[in-house]
């Protein structure tokens, strides 16, 4: 795949929750190792996050078997409190998340540049199931 025209792939989904409590548990450490995974099978055990243009932010992703991870990092270039963060991974790819509001739901739109990897299809099922934890984290969490 050639990184100067990188595929985009997009994953959204509802979720029946007021945009700042989506906000506060998208972005808030605490909570991130709570819901950052793609199946029961992984789980984040540390995140870190400087939310604010230039900040770093990093998740670890482990299997739970201890078998395999990854850290999940990047620099934010644009963060709009309530509606959007834009950031750049470490391997240099382009993330977007759309955080619209919808009276008391939030819709979440979140764009990113496909690795050369692995299938394109693979990649948007990975993140669309990590999106759907959230949706399911930020549905049923108690507020704290």
């Not at 770093?56 to 963060?85: C, H, P, Q, T, W």
């Amino acid at each position: 795949m050639e990184t100067s025209n990188p595929v985009t792939i997009t994953v959204e989904a509802l979720v029946h929750c007021p945009v700042e409590k989506v906000w506060d548990y998208w972005t808030e450490p605490k909570h991130i190792t709570q819901w950052n995974q793609a199946s029961d099978d992984w789980h984040t055990p540390f995140a870190e996050n400087d939310l604010r243009a230039g900040g770093k932010f990093v998740s670890r992703m482990e299997a739970k078997d201890g078998d395999f991870g990854f850290d999940f990092g990047g620099v934010y270039d644009e963060v709009k409190l309530y509606e959007n963060i834009s950031y750049t991974l470490g391997d240099g790819r382009k993330v977007k998340i759309a955080f619209i509001r919808q009276a008391d739901d939030t819709q979440i739109v979140e764009s990113f540049e496909a690795e050369g990897t692995h299938p394109a299809e693979m990649q948007q099922a990975g993140w669309q199931a990590i999106l759907d934890n959230f949706k399911k984290y930020a549905e049923t969490a108690k507020e704290d």
